[in-house]
């Protein structure tokens, strides 16, 4: 059980393109999900906390208008990055949780964004 | 904010055992612990609430000291699959993690 998928696991594009990240969890409804960035041999940083049919919750320092966010059912959280540019590379993964019934969040494979 | 993990990396040979210390300045909920391997998800592998509690989990087990705002992670008896990196989330707000710098384990035979 707990199973989170991410899709795509791998995508490049051009710069000032957006790019769309889909995040579902498979066998559980997910009341909050989370995004994370995490740059070669760091730590994960946080980006934003979603909660199914309410707004994003961004984390200081990240642009929400750049980061757009969408929870709109308990399964499948999206985050599109919109105009990408290079330094907008990086692993990109999402956690999900039940939390009216456990404390754990359950991570979801990653993404990796490569902008050109 | 962000938690301090110590030591930064460890090598061991399998069968021995080590130990990896997470520290916090802020006051916290809980500790979650995570191993990842190269190019993979962070893999769960337990939480530990407040009241000092210790968890198990096959020969991983953790502690958490409250008062200290501390929480430490013992790999007993290692074997191959303990190595990745490991990584303490401690909860400073409803819900939101925090995570370490990583410690990485690798175990050799």
């Known amino acids: 059980g707990a199973v989170v998928s991410q899709h795509p696991s791998r995508v490049i594009c051009k710069s000032g393109t957006s790019v769309k990240i889909e995040c579902r969890s498979l066998?559980?409804?997910?009341?909050?999900m989370f995004w994370y960035r995490q740059f070669p041999k760091k730590s994960l940083m946080l980006m934003a906390t979603?909660?199914?049919?309410?707004?994003?919750?961004?984390e200081q320092g990240v642009e929400k208008d750049k980061f757009l966010i969408n929870h709109a059912s308990l399964t499948l959280s999206t985050l599109t990055v919109t105009s990408a540019h290079p330094e907008d590379s990086s692993f990109y993964i999402c956690?999900?949780?039940?939390?009216?019934?456990?404390?754990?969040?359950?991570f979801g494979p990653g993404t990796r964004l490569t902008v050109t | 904010q962000q938690p301090v993990q110590s030591p930064q990396a460890v090598i061991l040979r399998e069968g021995e055992d080590a130990v990896i210390n997470c520290s916090s300045s802020?006051?916290?909920?809980?500790v979650h612990w995570y191993r990842q391997k190269h190019g993979e998800a962070p893999v769960f592998l337990m939480i530990?609430?407040?009241?000092?509690e210790q968890k198990g989990h096959d020969k991983i087990s953790a502690s958490f000291n409250e008062k200290k705002q501390q929480s430490s992670l013992y790999l007993t008896a290692s074997q191959l699959s303990y190595s990745g990196t490991y990584f303490c989330?401690?909860?400073?707000?409803?819900?939101?993690?925090?995570f370490g710098a990583g410690t990485t384990v690798t175990v050799r035979a």
């Open positions: 066998d559980f409804q997910a009341t909050t």
């Open positions: 530990l609430l407040k009241g000092g």
């Open positions: 802020k006051a916290l909920y809980s």
């Open positions: 979603s909660n199914e049919g309410s707004k994003a919750t961004y």
């Open positions: 989330g401690t909860e400073i707000a409803y819900y939101k993690l925090s």
């Open positions: 956690s999900a949780s039940d939390l009216g019934n456990a404390y754990e969040q359950y």
